[in-house]
């Protein structure tokens, strides 16, 4: 049996998109074939288990760590191994505390999400340098951008700032990424406005494909 791919997204700061995030990427792995499977470790919020009890169809299956009485993410990811999952996304709660580092520990990609804000981008030292320190793969997204350009700018400062690649494209603020959360589906599968719509997609595809490449890529911890 081979080893899932875990995705772990990760942020100390909360409210930065890691949610949004995480269930998009799962639905666009199921989308693409793969068994994906979500792990909400935000026990306080339970955002991504709220999502999946709201939806219709599976996969993303979820690996619901209390319906197990387990505290240790080895146990989830074993249960979804025996399951046949082998794209497995972890959704972090907004802190560096010991979840958070055994999340990143047993990732093959840590995923961070970073609003464009200045201070946003400041705050991103924190998840940069424990996912360093923990010695995965990572890089960042940026998310929320409201603005024109502003996402791009963020982009570049994340990139001069921290030893991880920034993803070459930016999330943006669409009210689509929130009407399908409230549909517990992706944006991939949600249909609002062609226009919203098909920019929102080609955001989640184009982070779906960057993510697979950079695993791909046989480089250096970076
Ligand atoms: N691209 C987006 N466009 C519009 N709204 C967004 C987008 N991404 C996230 N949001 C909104 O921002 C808020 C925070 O998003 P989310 O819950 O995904 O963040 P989080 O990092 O998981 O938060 P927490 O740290 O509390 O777990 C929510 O209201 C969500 O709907
Ligand atoms: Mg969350």
């Known amino acids: ?13 909360g409210g930065v998109g890691k ?35 709201r939806r219709t169809t599976t996969p993303p299956h979820l690996v619901d760590l209390s ?17 046949g999952c082998d794209y497995i996304v972890l959704d972090c709660p907004p802190d560096g505390g010991s979840v958070v580092e055994q999340a ?3 990732a093959n990609f840590v995923l961070i999400p970073c609003p464009p804000s200045f201070i946003d981008v400041e705050a991103a030292a924190g998840t940069s340098q ?13 998310t929320k951008s409201r603005v024109q350009g502003r996402g791009e700018e963020a982009g570049r400062a994340l990139a001069s700032s921290y030893k991880l690649p920034v993803a ?9 990424y929130q009407d ?19 920019k929102a997609r080609k955001q989640i595809s184009r982070l779906y494909d960057w993510i697979n ?7 250096a911890l970076t």
Request: charged residues 15%; neutral net charge; glycine residues 6%.
């Open 67 to 83: 319906a197990m009485s387990a505290t240790d993410i080895t146990t989830g990811l074993d249960v979804a191994r025996a399951n």
């Open 168 to 176: 070459p494209v930016v999330i943006t603020e669409l009210i689509i």
């Open 104 to 106: 990143i520990t047993c």
């Open 130 to 142: 424990l996912t360093a320190r923990v010695g995965r793969k990572g890089g960042f997204v940026v």
């Open 180 to 198: 399908s959360m409230a549909m517990g589906q992706g944006v991939l599968e949600y249909s609002g406005d062609a226009a919203t719509t098909h």
């Open 213 to 219: 490449q950079r695993i791909a890529k046989k480089d």
């Open 19 to 53: 949610s949004t995030t995480a269930v998009n990427l799962a639905v666009a792995a199921a989308l693409d074939d793969r068994q994906s499977a979500l792990m909400d470790l935000n026990w306080n919020q339970q955002t991504t288990t709220h999502w999946w009890n």
């Open 1 to 13: 049996m081979t080893a899932p791919f875990v995705l772990a997204v990760v942020s100390l700061k």
